[in-house]
């Protein structure tokens, strides 16, 4: 079974500081994986997807299969970065994604 | 295009009741999805189509029933509501049924069942 843990529930930075969020995942296979962000009142958007191996908006995101890890990072935090992210999977061959249970980044001004 | 929709934004039912949320899309996507969010819980797939008349059940079934009759609309059926549908529920589309493709999501619905 696939399985995507962020261990943290809340994440504060003060602006222009790094920001790092945790993502690991557990899975058999080879998955694909991806963030999503939510802003306030906006409905949920792809924000990085691994195999497109992009930045967007700052952040980049390097999937680590020793580690099991696909960390979310930004070196210079900004105020309209605050939001709630999810890291999610999705296994070889299939399209339903799988989520973790999502950090809420507050930079402070 | 409009992208995904969904209708009602917010709806509050009794335990009981039955109700159907609705979700369309106009980017003739093939795949789409009904998601559960809950405060620590992220989200839950709850079903699924990879295409009209094909559906399948996802983490979280119990309790809905779905169909696809058009390549536009997926709606989502709660059949007796109970306090713990209590959620907000997502609609997502993709382009193609099998991924890794990016998901597009609707603005949700939230639901309070009393």
């Known amino acids: 079974a696939q399985r995507v843990t962020q261990p943290e529930k809340l994440l504060s930075v003060f602006k222009g500081a790094p920001v790092e969020l945790k993502c690991n995942y557990s899975y058999s296979g080879s998955p694909e994986l991806f963030w999503y962000v939510q802003y306030s009142r906006q409905r949920l958007q792809l924000l990085l997807r691994?195999?497109s191996r992009e930045s967007i908006k700052g952040f980049t995101a390097d999937l680590n299969k020793g580690e099991t890890s696909f960390h979310l990072k930004k070196p210079f935090a900004q105020e309209e970065d605050s939001a709630m992210y999810y890291c999610?999977?999705?296994?070889?061959?299939?399209?339903?994604?799988?989520f973790g249970t999502g950090t809420r980044l507050t930079v402070i001004p | 295009n409009a992208g995904v929709t969904q209708t009602p934004k917010f709806q509050v039912l009794k335990t009981g009741q039955s109700m159907t949320l609705q979700c369309a899309q106009d980017?003739?996507?093939?795949?789409m999805s009904w998601y559960r969010q809950d405060p620590g819980m992220g989200l839950r797939l709850i079903h699924y189509?990879?295409?009209?008349?094909?559906?399948d059940q996802g983490e979280v079934p119990n309790g809905y029933n779905v169909s696809r009759s058009t390549t536009e609309d997926f709606p989502l059926r709660l059949l007796s509501a109970a306090p713990s549908q209590t959620s907000v529920y997502f609609c997502?589309?993709?382009?193609?049924?099998?991924?890794?493709?990016?998901?597009?999501f609707g603005p949700g619905t939230r639901l309070l069942v009393l």
């Open positions: 691994h195999i």
């Open positions: 980017m003739n996507h093939e795949y």
């Open positions: 189509s990879v295409g009209a008349g094909i559906t």
């Open positions: 997502a589309s993709s382009y193609r049924r099998i991924g890794p493709e990016t998901q597009y």
């Open positions: 999610a999977l999705i296994r070889t061959g299939a399209n339903n994604l799988f």
